[in-house]
């Protein structure tokens, strides 16, 4: 209620109560408007009870039509639903009417216009006190940094009780405000002024023109780092180039003819030569189909895993398959091929001295079933073998096997059994009263199993860990970077293997060990407590990775090899995306390490490079708690660069917040960055099913329809990526008619207007 801080007419008394009623009146005879004849109208009146402030009371009464014909002339509703919800407003209105405080019985939107006033004071003191961070970002972000500052502001006090008394008045619903918080609240407050009878002085196109402009830069940073958008295409397609693009131009070919914006290198695999095969099979396919596709390069980042476990023995299996009947449909196969070394012994005299040994031929790929178990033997036993020859065995459960051989080749045997066998190292392969030892058997990898309550100890000590530690002492894994376990404290969570186990630190001590040197010293051993586990327990491998996602970690997100690879990035690529982000100093570092290799490249007089290092798209990747919770912070660090822009991991980031918070932290990272007017990439499982099977699921093309709202949508590998593509590129297309990031487009939907 309006106490005279604000335009408006001062009153002494207000409402205590407001009632309303209703009577039908007959009209005799009926009118007819609008094409509608009318039999009765609906009258109402309203009764007030009011009170001044020396405390006397009056009480008056009001009557009136309500006007329904005219309450939606384009509507099909019957004139009784009109009614219904005329007298529904009627009562709200009544309602509202009603307040504890003295004022103007008719300024119900009063305390709206104080929130309005009140809020927007706010944000000009955050552009106050925020004046000098301003100036250090690049100036064609200052305005979308302002704004993420207002955005962030906002969202982080509770205004739901101003937004839906805004929403009711039909003046806005602030959720589709990211673009220009600042303008939307003030056409807001003159919209409250206009109906509190109030003259109108602001300039009400200035922030029509600006929300306009923050979607035409959005667009404009989105265009240079990932890509011009496509007609009709509102969100780029990221796809992840597989090992085989470097020398399969044709499959490179194939996913931009389906849509392929960008290519995305996973610089955790293969190596430079075969980037640049990769990038230059991108630039022919871009070529090819008219468009330039940009090339994204991920930066690893600090690779934070398990140590080794000590291996098992050296014990294969060649295994059949079989139906529900038990009746085998794949054979057991082993794949022989000559030993580089012969064996010497009683066993050997098949083998030939001095007889050149040919090179071993990888196992087929086009084989059924199982994988074939891969088996050196003597290169003289093998040269006698041929299609038919049986071979026995005794395994390593002293169980008898034959196997017959199918297929012989230069460099490899093929035999099959219809027997499961575990064949050890140097098991005795007999065929025709000739032996030879069987040799090349892999390790059998060892994992740990814990259930819930179990504990383990991740030490900085670097020792391959026991699986079954002697005395019942809990297993002692390393891990690859110590410096993680000295950050450690009591109390944090930790998770291994993408979450699927979940442990808590329950104590730190010092122990005596031996580092890499051999050399004696002093270690910490991080006592851990499992705190989930699937029922029945859970296994976890060596080389797993390890999330820490309350831990104030002390290295930087870019490693020694993350900076050469960025200075390939710059040389060849478009974009380097930028791992494990958590506060606006890795960004600073990230600027720091790109300007120091700008400087090298002009000390050397290659001014080009040295452009291109200064304006290299750069993609920061939102996956850890810290960086979600110090997002502000982030973007405005990044907003130094001109180019900048970031990815939403899914991945990481469910496995740090939880899978539960994954229903609305994607959004509200987007919506945070449209505020800033920086572009986004959203990435993590799209349309995975289809990409490996060839058939998506329901959920994920709901999901995928999320995923369009981001600048660009990432898709992984798969055999049917190629069909992924072109699914999303689709819908992408539909989608685009029918939202703008989270504001839901009117368009025409002919299903409903009754000529479908």
Not at 449 to 473: A, I, L, Q, Y
Not at 555 to 579: I, M, Q
Not at 596 to 623: F, Q, Y
Request: charged fraction near 25%; aromatic fraction near 4%.
């Amino acid at each position: 209620m309006h106490t005279g801080t604000q335009p408006g007419r001062e009153s002494d008394v207000r409402v205590v109560a407001a009632q309303a009623r209703f009577h039908d009146v007959a009209l005799e005879p009926p009118f007819v408007i609008s094409g509608r004849p009318m039999t009765h109208v609906t009258a109402v009146t309203v009764h007030l009870q009011v009170r001044s402030r020396d405390g006397s009371t009056a009480e008056g009464t009001g009557a009136g039509m309500l006007s329904v014909p005219w309450s939606w002339p384009a509507s099909a509703l019957d004139l009784g639903t009109r009614d219904a919800v005329m007298r529904e407003l009627v009562r709200r209105l009544a309602a509202q009417a009603v307040t504890p405080a003295v004022g103007d019985p008719l300024m119900l939107w009063s305390p709206l216009y104080e929130q309005l006033d009140d809020l927007l004071a706010q944000l000009d003191a955050v552009s106050g006190e925020s004046a000098e961070l301003l100036g250090s970002v690049h100036p064609e972000h200052r305005e979308g940094a302002e704004n993420l500052l207002h955005y962030a502001h906002v969202r982080t006090i509770d205004v739901r009780e101003l937004q839906n008394g805004l929403h009711d008045l039909g003046v806005t619903s602030l959720t589709t405000a990211e673009s220009g918080i600042y303008g939307r609240l003030v056409l807001a407050r003159a919209v409250l002024r206009a109906l509190m009878g109030e003259e109108v002085d602001t300039d009400i196109a200035k922030y029509i023109d600006a929300d306009d402009a923050a979607d035409v830069a959005l667009e404009g940073h989105a265009d240079r780092i990932l890509g011009d958008e496509r007609e009709g295409v509102p969100a780029r397609i990221m796809v992840t180039l597989p090992t085989e693009a470097a020398d399969d131009a044709e499959l490179v070919a194939g996913f931009a003819r389906a849509g392929m914006d960008v290519a995305r290198i996973n610089c955790a695999h293969d190596g430079p030569e075969m980037w640049k095969r990769m990038i230059a099979n991108v630039k022919a396919a871009g070529e090819e189909v008219g468009r330039e596709i940009k090339v994204s390069m991920d930066l690893a980042g600090p690779k934070l895993r398990t140590g080794a476990i000590v291996p098992g023995p050296r014990v294969g299996r060649a295994r059949v398959t079989r139906d529900s009947a038990g009746t085998v449909l794949t054979p057991a196969k082993l794949w022989l091929t000559p030993r580089e070394v012969e064996l010497g012994g009683p066993v050997d005299d098949g083998a030939r001295e001095g007889a050149a040994i040919p090179a071993a031929a990888p196992v087929p790929a086009d084989l059924p079933g199982r994988p074939a178990l891969p088996l050196s033997v003597d290169s003289g036993w093998l040269e006698m073998l041929q299609v038919g020859s049986e071979i026995t065995l005794h395994d390593n459960r002293s169980s008898k096997r034959s196997f017959v051989v199918t297929r012989v080749e230069d460099g490899g045997v093929l035999a099959e059994g219809d027997r499961n066998a575990y064949i050890a190292e140097g098991t005795l392969l007999r065929c025709d009263y000739e032996k030879t030892r069987a040799t090349g058997v892999p390790e059998t990898v060892q994992k740990l199993r814990f259930e819930v309550g179990d504990e383990m100890v991740v030490t900085t000590e670097p020792v391959d860990c026991v699986p079954v530690p002697e005395s019942g002492e809990a297993p002692r894994l390393s891990c690859t970077l110590p410096e993680a376990v000295q950050a450690l404290e009591v109390g944090q969570p930790v998770l291994f293997d993408d979450g699927a186990i979940a442990a808590e630190v329950v104590s730190i001590d010092e122990v005596e060990g031996t580092g890499a040197d051999g050399e004696p010293g002093t270690f910490l051993d991080a006592r851990l407590k499992v705190t989930r586990a699937k029922p029945g327990g859970q296994n976890l491998a060596g080389h797993k990775g390890i999330n820490l996602p309350t831990t104030d970690l002390p290295f930087p997100s870019l490693t020694e090899e993350d900076e050469e690879h960025l200075r390939f990035v710059v040389e060849n690529a478009d974009v380097a995306a930028v791992s494990f982000i958590r506060h606006g100093e890795d960004v600073d570092h990230v600027l720091s390490v790109l300007e120091d290799i700008a400087a090298g490249h002009e000390t050397v007089g290659n001014h080009e490079l040295a452009e291109r290092a200064r304006d290299i798209g750069i993609v920061l990747k939102i996956e850890t708690i810290p960086a979600f919770a110090s997002l502000p912070n982030v973007l405005v660090a990044g907003m130094r660069h001109r180019n900048i822009g970031i990815m939403i991991a899914r991945g990481d980031l469910a496995v740090e917040l939880g899978f539960q918070r994954m229903a609305e932290v994607p959004g509200q990272i987007l919506a945070l960055a449209q505020a800033a007017r920086v572009p986004t990439i959203l990435g993590t499982q799209v349309l995975e099913s289809l990409a490996k099977s060839g058939l998506p699921s329901r959920a994920e093309i709901t999901d995928a329809a999320f995923a369009l709202r981001a600048e660009c949508v990432m898709l992984n590998k798969g055999p049917h990526i190629t069909d992924a593509i072109a699914v999303l590129d689709d819908l992408a297309t539909k989608m685009g008619r029918s939202q703008r990031k989270n504001r839901i487009m009117l368009r025409r939907i002919r299903s409903w207007d009754g000529e479908a």
